[in-house]
């Protein structure tokens, strides 16, 4: 993990301009904004399920619920919020943490007004399934576009690097957080929340790899595990 004062990519201080060139930048592109709308899309279906949300949408979840905003403009809010945190503990923010914020948000309330809401655990489970797999996939995606990392996980990798904390502890105190913070608001924590918290690390190592575009200088797919993207994955 870089110990200079900025998130870094391959080695280069992140902005939102970096990384807007190379033969490859139109596969980057797409891949980005396709995953953050698959996230997005995820997201939604993962409420439609009613089996519990991943850590940070029992969060949004429960704003919602206090506020009556919906789950995507609160999504955007708490993204913005988290995004001015990066201030004080000198982040800088790529082109995919700021499309992070809106994309996903806009997304998930698109497709909450196309998916109805459904009964049963026979429509209920196979949604959840599919909704943390398809959230593999979208992290995979948009990671691999190599953009940057989005606002809640620059978070936790510059308050790694301000304490000197594993990347394992930061995110899990940071998950307990909001889990519990959106599960007090009301929001949803079932045997979904958990299911996602034991899947989305492989699958997202998984389709990380697949989605993989070739870097500029030495023509391999692999992603450097020093990279910030290296740490979010981990474990």
């Known amino acids: 993990m870089s110990q200079s004062t900025t998130t870094t990519l391959g080695g280069s201080p992140l902005s939102i301009a970096s990384g807007l060139h190379g033969r490859h930048l139109t596969r980057r592109l797409v891949q980005l904004y396709v995953g953050l709308t698959l996230y997005g899309v995820s997201s939604a279906l993962l409420v439609r399920s009613g089996l519990g949300l991943e850590p ?20 955007i809010v708490v993204g913005a919020v988290v995004l001015l945190l990066w201030i004080p503990i000198r982040q800088r923010p790529g082109l995919g943490t700021v499309s992070n914020v809106f994309v996903i948000g806009l997304a998930m309330d698109g497709t909450l007004a196309l998916v109805p809401e459904v009964h049963g655990l026979v429509e209920r489970i196979p949604l959840l399934a599919v909704g943390i797999v398809l959230n593999g996939v979208a992290t995979g995606l948009y990671i691999a576009a190599r953009f940057g990392p989005g606002p809640r996980d620059g978070l936790m990798t510059g308050l790694h690097r301000l304490t000197g ?21 009301g929001g949803s924590v079932g045997v979904g929340t958990v299911l996602y918290a034991l899947a989305i690390g492989p699958l997202a190592q998984f389709f990380l790899r697949w989605f993989a575009v070739p870097e500029p200088d030495s023509g391999s797919t692999a992603v450097a595990p020093a990279t910030p993207e290296g740490a979010i ?3």
């Open 56 to 75: 940070w949408g029992v969060l949004h979840q429960g704003l919602a619920e206090k506020t009556g905003l919906t789950i995507g403009v609160v999504s």
């Open 165 to 185: 904390r594993s990347i394992r502890l930061v995110r899990t105190a940071i998950e307990v957080a909001v889990v519990a913070t959106g599960f007090l608001l």
């Open 233 to 235: 994955l981990r474990r």
